[in-house]
RNA sequence: GCCGGGAUGGCGGAACUGGCAGACGCAGAGGACUUAAAAUCCUCCGGAGCAAUCCUUGUGGGUUCGAGUCCCUCUCCCGGCACCA
């Protein structure tokens, strides 16, 4: 009798002694294939959940099985570190930010060390490590000389909740992408990169392959729209301006222009309105302030707006035209002005409707009368009350009218992005102090590398209201120029934790290096990526920051490439009772439990199974049973004496084909990242050795070959099992250094197929024939088969598809 | 509203290029072993029908010798964007 499959046991003892013998440790090797293979870091939130897990279990049976191809695999892991969370607790549970980051970073790396993934910890990141946000500094300094960094003052995402500005990409239905609070607008002075001087570029995905919806949400993302840059002439007494820009897609409905509007913090609003409309204007200016980014963008909420009491010149018309405000239009779009055709634009519509503004139609709608129009009509047509465009097809007009004003000086074709720079001041304490420092005789200075990092200081008082103590810290903030010497002051914003996130898939090339952010050589040796898995939410986050992080540097000549991650992959989500897992509905599954009673190799290879990666699926108890009692069934198998009976040379053959035809089968679904057809492909493997075991028809070599491949191709799914299997058939440790399977075409080759006859379409008959029969033979038999005549008598065969290998369908009438 | 993705047995899912629909697993039924239970093993398992056979991949249509797969229509579900001029 053999002993009972322990899984604990087996599972502390391998991955104890792996650690010992720093299998995973990986150096850079010429002779092999290089293969990267990066899972997003967590955040430090605490505890890791079976999301995490569903996030990193498949990667490193992907990473593995490349391992075994013979690849050198880097597969590293890390924390991502910085953010407001640590904050939080720290105020309310008086915690401070690093001792309950680097406690969580303590639970979640021994969690991790549970999952008998191949991490070479020794490559560790840590976000909030010094030695680490030295290098975000140093490239936050590089940004600020390449002109990539600035400072601006601007209307801004403020979270009240967090007390926090908000990148636009930050900020969720208008409300913050954390803690859910309605976001609001404040003008302050912020630190920004120039992402938007990388648009076109990050439209674009040549050469990588990610997923196409990724790519769409991206290019969506960036939104970039070609239109025209018109300007209306402005004759006002105490405006210096003469004239006022817009920006339109539509320019060929210029002629329908019969009123203008203004975004309400738009520049010139103050000093064009008119005495008397001067209390109306500052109060909806006021109003607008206030108003949360939901409430303003609400759909539901009727256009409204004031008029200024100001009027601009069409140019084309000689129309003199109204300017309103409205907060519908916003200020940082094009020009954020628009020319409103309320005959041509819905929202222009409804406007004038409201305020009795006339409507003039100057695209006709095929059939038009010249009735009211009961709608903005927004389709194509031919310009009409154009003057010299009429009779033009609108798409024609489109070009022509911005060819007429490029000629007079009135307007030029120009482009606009809808994506805005990447603002990453944060004021908070938790994240890398930004390194800039202000003196009064030198202006904005960056710290220079000898003086970096700029640490952030221990003493974190965080009694001002919410406010960063950093503010509050005098003896931080207080510095001299590094210029000049004479007295400065710090920069008390900190880094947005995006930033830190955008370069840490570098460092884990060569993480120890003293002398730069990498070292290039390594760098050179392991990038790009090869293949980087992670959650969607990240799409237009994260991965847009990396990638146009990657795209500067690149320009600063430090790289040779512009795009980090080669293949992009989007894992699914785990749900539980049919709804998604979270703390407040107490459904949030915990591997330990499963970990502690059936093993990890279990919760592994059930989390393959659920389904397809990329669609996640729904935990069931007893789903996870069906993988532990295959596991046990493995188990016995391997170990169980084989004895044979009989020497079967039939058997013997098809226990070759089947193996043959099963690695095949395994290596391509792993190459397509297919885990739940490969498990079930080894479940039937297994079901199939079982019965070869039953009728004991094989010598003990092949059947020990049978078990040896079987092992072989559990290892990246069950690598503690594995392991131990594969020392106890008597093979030598390791068995994560051995070569994949190969297979053979020939022998996989079935020598007897079964081909479906069909009649008009229609299953008749399955018959067995011999691999190598010709069409000919192949039809004749199909026609000559009992099940078939009856089908086929007193009709006339018109024709006879022939599908070698696979069916006969014969066509009668 | 716009852009993406999806809908297959009681359940999770399979069917890779248009060619046997339902692999594999779960649940269920029956049996073996057992004093008994658990575990394990064997058989059955989309629906109707004694059977031959017929029906069946969200709806309705189309293309094709042949459609879960391709095209069009509609319904519902999920994700993203949402006054971007």
Redesign the pocket.
Same mark, same amino acid.
């Given at each position: 009798m053999i002993d009972k499959y322990n899984a604990p046991e087996i599972e502390k003892k391998w991955q104890k002694k792996w650690a010992d013998d720093k299998l995973y440790e990986v150096k850079e090797d010429s002779k092999r294939p290089k293969w990267y293979a990066l899972t997003m870091f967590p955040y430090t939130s605490g505890d890791l959940h079976i999301g995490h897990w569903y996030a990193m279990a498949p990667s490193d049976v992907y990473a593995r099985f490349k391992r075994l191809q013979g690849y050198n695999v880097l597969h590293p892991m890390g924390f991502d570190a910085f953010g407001l969370p640590a904050e939080n607790a720290a105020i309310k549970r008086g915690i401070h930010p690093r001792k309950w980051t680097m406690a969580n970073i303590e639970n979640m790396r021994r969690q991790l060390k549970t999952m008998g993934a191949m991490y070479d910890w020794n490559r560790e990141v840590i976000t909030c490590d010094p030695k680490y946000y030295k290098w975000t500094q140093w490239f936050f300094t590089k940004l600020f000389q390449h002109d990539l960094a600035y400072r601006g003052k601007a209307p801004v995402n403020w979270c009240p909740q967090c007390q926090v500005v908000l990148a636009?990409?930050q900020? +969720?239905?208008g409300l913050c992408w954390r803690c859910e609070t309605p976001v609001v607008k404040r003008d302050l002075e912020q630190w920004l990169f120039r992402i938007t001087k990388y648009a076109d570029e990050l439209m674009e995905h040549e050469g990588i392959d990610w997923p196409?919806?990724i790519q769409?949400?991206q290019k969506?993302?960036v939104?970039k729209?070609y239109?025209t840059e018109v300007s209306f002439a402005l004759d006002h007494p105490s405006v210096a301006e003469k004239e006022i820009k817009?920006? /339109? &897609?539509?320019p060929d409905t210029v002629f329908g222009v019969t009123f203008m509007?203004l975004?309400p913090e738009h520049p010139l609003v103050a000093k064009l309105t008119t005495p008397d409309k001067k209390a109306e204007v500052e109060a909806y200016v006021a109003r607008t302030r206030r108003f949360t980014e939901i409430e303003?963008?609400? %759909?539901e909420?009727e256009?409204d707006g004031v008029f200024t009491g100001a009027y601009v010149t069409n140019r084309l018309t000689g129309d003199k035209v109204p300017v309103w405000i409205a907060?519908?239009?916003?200020?940082?779009?094009? &020009?954020?002005?628009?020319?409103?055709?309320p005959a041509h634009?819905e929202?222009?519509f409804a406007f004038a409707k409201k305020y009795n503004i006339p409507i003039k139609t100057v695209i006709s709608p095929p059939e038009w009368k010249g009735e009211e129009l009961e709608n903005a009509y927004i389709d194509d047509g031919t310009m009409i009350n154009s003057s010299q465009f009429n009779g033009l097809p609108n798409r024609e007009g489109t070009k022509a009218v911005t060819a007429f004003l490029e000629q007079k000086g009135w307007g030029k074709g120009t482009i606009?992005?809808?994506m805005r720079d990447w603002l990453i001041s944060r004021q908070r304490y938790w994240g890398a102090p930004i390194p800039m420092i202000y003196c009064d005789k030198c202006g904005t200075v960056p710290v220079p590398e000898k003086d970096l990092p700029v640490l952030l200081p221990e003493e974190a008082d965080f009694s001002h209201q919410g406010e960063s103590p950093l503010k509050y810290n005098e003896k931080w903030v207080n510095t001299k120029c590094p210029k000049c010497g004479s007295p400065g002051k710090r920069e008390t914003d900190t880094i947005d934790g995006f930033m830190c996130s955008s370069w840490y898939f570098l460092r884990y090339c060569s993480p120890h290096y003293d002398k730069a952010a990498f070292d290039p050589e390594k760098t050179k040796y392991w990038m790009p990526v090869d293949i980087y898995t992670g959650g *969607?939410?990240h *799409?237009?986050m994260h991965l847009l920051y990396a990638r146009f992080f990657t795209k500067a540097i690149r320009d600063m000549g430090l790289i040779d490439f512009g795009e980090p991650f080669k293949r992009l992959f989007n894992q699914g989500i785990i749900i539980a009772d049919h709804q998604?897992m979270s703390k407040s509905k107490g459904n949030v599954i915990n591997p330990d439990a499963y970990v502690n009673e059936l093993g990890v190799d279990t919760v592994r290879a059930y989390m393959m199974?659920?389904? !397809?990666w990329e669609?996640?699926?729904?935990w069931?108890d %007893?789903?996870i049973?069906?993988?532990?009692?295959?596991l046990? #069934?493995i188990w016995k198998l391997a170990l169980e004496e084989y004895q044979p009976k009989i020497n079967d040379a039939t058997a013997m053959k098809e226990l070759e084909r089947i193996t043959h035809q099963i690695i095949k @089968?395994i290596t391509?679904?792993m190459d #397509?990242l297919?885990f739940? &057809?490969m498990?079930? *492909?080894l479940?039937?493997y &297994?079901?199939y050795l079982?019965?070869v075991k +039953?009728s004991a028809n094989v010598t003990n070599d092949a059947w020990q070959n049978s078990i040896e491949k079987l092992v072989l191709m559990i290892a990246p799914t069950a690598p503690h099992l594995a392991e131990e299997l594969w020392h106890r058939t008597g093979h030598k440790y390791s068995i994560h250094n051995q070569p994949w399977p190969k297979w053979d075409e020939e022998l996989a080759k079935e020598d007897e197929i /079964?081909l479906?006859v069909?009649v008009?379409?229609?299953? #008749?008959d399955?018959i067995t024939i011999p691999a190598s029969i010709t069409e000919e033979e192949a039809k004749k038999m199909s026609q000559a088969s009992e099940?078939i005549k !009856?089908f086929i008598q007193g009709q006339k065969v018109v024709?006879i598809?022939y599908?070698p290998g @696979?069916?006969v369908?014969i066509?009668v009438r």
């Amino acid at each position: 009798m053999i002993d009972k499959y322990n899984a604990p046991e087996i599972e502390k003892k391998w991955q104890k002694k792996w650690a010992d013998d720093k299998l995973y440790e990986v150096k850079e090797d010429s002779k092999r294939p290089k293969w990267y293979a990066l899972t997003m870091f967590p955040y430090t939130s605490g505890d890791l959940h079976i999301g995490h897990w569903y996030a990193m279990a498949p990667s490193d049976v992907y990473a593995r099985f490349k391992r075994l191809q013979g690849y050198n695999v880097l597969h590293p892991m890390g924390f991502d570190a910085f953010g407001l969370p640590a904050e939080n607790a720290a105020i309310k549970r008086g915690i401070h930010p690093r001792k309950w980051t680097m406690a969580n970073i303590e639970n979640m790396r021994r969690q991790l060390k549970t999952m008998g993934a191949m991490y070479d910890w020794n490559r560790e990141v840590i976000t909030c490590d010094p030695k680490y946000y030295k290098w975000t500094q140093w490239f936050f300094t590089k940004l600020f000389q390449h002109d990539l960094a600035y400072r601006g003052k601007a209307p801004v995402n403020w979270c009240p909740q967090c007390q926090v500005v908000l990148a636009n990409e930050q900020v +969720e239905n208008g409300l913050c992408w954390r803690c859910e609070t309605p976001v609001v607008k404040r003008d302050l002075e912020q630190w920004l990169f120039r992402i938007t001087k990388y648009a076109d570029e990050l439209m674009e995905h040549e050469g990588i392959d990610w997923p196409e919806r990724i790519q769409i949400m991206q290019k969506n993302w960036v939104g970039k729209s070609y239109g025209t840059e018109v300007s209306f002439a402005l004759d006002h007494p105490s405006v210096a301006e003469k004239e006022i820009k817009v920006f /339109t &897609t539509r320019p060929d409905t210029v002629f329908g222009v019969t009123f203008m509007v203004l975004a309400p913090e738009h520049p010139l609003v103050a000093k064009l309105t008119t005495p008397d409309k001067k209390a109306e204007v500052e109060a909806y200016v006021a109003r607008t302030r206030r108003f949360t980014e939901i409430e303003r963008l609400s %759909t539901e909420k009727e256009k409204d707006g004031v008029f200024t009491g100001a009027y601009v010149t069409n140019r084309l018309t000689g129309d003199k035209v109204p300017v309103w405000i409205a907060d519908y239009v916003l200020v940082g779009y094009g &020009t954020g002005a628009v020319m409103a055709v309320p005959a041509h634009d819905e929202r222009d519509f409804a406007f004038a409707k409201k305020y009795n503004i006339p409507i003039k139609t100057v695209i006709s709608p095929p059939e038009w009368k010249g009735e009211e129009l009961e709608n903005a009509y927004i389709d194509d047509g031919t310009m009409i009350n154009s003057s010299q465009f009429n009779g033009l097809p609108n798409r024609e007009g489109t070009k022509a009218v911005t060819a007429f004003l490029e000629q007079k000086g009135w307007g030029k074709g120009t482009i606009s992005y809808r994506m805005r720079d990447w603002l990453i001041s944060r004021q908070r304490y938790w994240g890398a102090p930004i390194p800039m420092i202000y003196c009064d005789k030198c202006g904005t200075v960056p710290v220079p590398e000898k003086d970096l990092p700029v640490l952030l200081p221990e003493e974190a008082d965080f009694s001002h209201q919410g406010e960063s103590p950093l503010k509050y810290n005098e003896k931080w903030v207080n510095t001299k120029c590094p210029k000049c010497g004479s007295p400065g002051k710090r920069e008390t914003d900190t880094i947005d934790g995006f930033m830190c996130s955008s370069w840490y898939f570098l460092r884990y090339c060569s993480p120890h290096y003293d002398k730069a952010a990498f070292d290039p050589e390594k760098t050179k040796y392991w990038m790009p990526v090869d293949i980087y898995t992670g959650g *969607a939410e990240h *799409a237009v986050m994260h991965l847009l920051y990396a990638r146009f992080f990657t795209k500067a540097i690149r320009d600063m000549g430090l790289i040779d490439f512009g795009e980090p991650f080669k293949r992009l992959f989007n894992q699914g989500i785990i749900i539980a009772d049919h709804q998604k897992m979270s703390k407040s509905k107490g459904n949030v599954i915990n591997p330990d439990a499963y970990v502690n009673e059936l093993g990890v190799d279990t919760v592994r290879a059930y989390m393959m199974f659920m389904g !397809p990666w990329e669609q996640g699926g729904e935990w069931f108890d %007893t789903g996870i049973s069906g993988v532990s009692r295959w596991l046990n #069934r493995i188990w016995k198998l391997a170990l169980e004496e084989y004895q044979p009976k009989i020497n079967d040379a039939t058997a013997m053959k098809e226990l070759e084909r089947i193996t043959h035809q099963i690695i095949k @089968k395994i290596t391509g679904d792993m190459d #397509r990242l297919r885990f739940n &057809t490969m498990i079930a *492909a080894l479940m039937e493997y &297994t079901n199939y050795l079982n019965k070869v075991k +039953e009728s004991a028809n094989v010598t003990n070599d092949a059947w020990q070959n049978s078990i040896e491949k079987l092992v072989l191709m559990i290892a990246p799914t069950a690598p503690h099992l594995a392991e131990e299997l594969w020392h106890r058939t008597g093979h030598k440790y390791s068995i994560h250094n051995q070569p994949w399977p190969k297979w053979d075409e020939e022998l996989a080759k079935e020598d007897e197929i /079964t081909l479906v006859v069909q009649v008009n379409g229609k299953l #008749r008959d399955r018959i067995t024939i011999p691999a190598s029969i010709t069409e000919e033979e192949a039809k004749k038999m199909s026609q000559a088969s009992e099940k078939i005549k !009856p089908f086929i008598q007193g009709q006339k065969v018109v024709n006879i598809i022939y599908v070698p290998g @696979k069916l006969v369908n014969i066509v009668v009438r």
